[in-house]
């Protein structure tokens, strides 16, 4: 059992609402058919064998990332699309949808939230990337993608150093909407680890 600090006042916030800033560390649970999303270590090698890249790169993904997305943007945009999408996932992920959620945030590129979403009898998700921000209501939750979104075939995929050093500036929109967001309630971090330099 994990010990919470102030745990009354956390509980009473789940129900009165919280954002959720979700990384790389949230998608990793197994679902029941054995699927899972890859982790970097995995992501990294799979990607050097897929386009042909020395392993000597291979430590480093932002490296590979700026590496295709110079001279093969197109067809890693399109293995990132197939690589994070999920097709099922664990059921314990439901449980999010026993919060009250305010705005969901994510550096990731999947559609795990949306997938989870999807199974709630309360909520809907506003994606932020496709309509932009909607007068907020009880059951609809913000979702703001900060490096992309596979289901929206518009947007960017950001994995590489230098753009993830400027998705910033490339996504204006998308983090003054979160800065909102963070500003409006407050905010749990699931499987972020304060490695993305953008949104520090």
């Known amino acids: 059992m994990v010990d919470i600090e102030n745990k009354n006042i956390f509980f009473e916030k789940l129900k009165t609402g919280v954002n959720l800033f979700i990384g790389a560390g949230f998608s990793v649970l197994e679902s029941p058919n054995g ?11 799979q990607i ?3 386009f042909y890249i020395d392993e000597s790169y291979s430590d480093d993904l932002e490296k590979i990332s700026t590496i295709l997305k110079r001279n093969s943007k197109d067809q890693f945009q399109e293995y990132l699309r197939d690589k994070f999408k999920v097709d099922d996932y664990n059921p314990l992920y439901n449980a999010i949808n026993k919060i009250n959620i305010s705005s969901i945030i994510t550096t990731n590129i999947d559609n795990l939230i ?5 199974e709630s009898s309360i909520y809907y998700l ?3 990337s496709y309509y932009g921000p909607v007068k907020r209501c009880a059951n609809g939750i913000e979702y703001i993608p900060l490096h992309g979104d596979i289901l929206n075939n518009e947007s960017e ?12 500036q490339k996504n204006k929109g998308l983090f ?8 409006r309630k407050p905010t749990i971090f699931l499987g972020y680890s304060f490695h993305d330099g953008s949104v520090n």
């Open 35 to 45: 699927n899972r999303l890859p982790t970097a270590d995995e992501l990294r090698k």
């Open 157 to 168: 995929l950001y994995f590489g150093k230098f753009e993830l050093c400027n998705v910033t």
């Open 48 to 50: 050097c064998d897929e």
């Open 126 to 128: 506003n994606n932020i």
């Open 114 to 118: 949306p997938s989870i979403i999807d």
């Open 176 to 183: 003054s909407m979160m800065e909102a967001a963070l500003l």
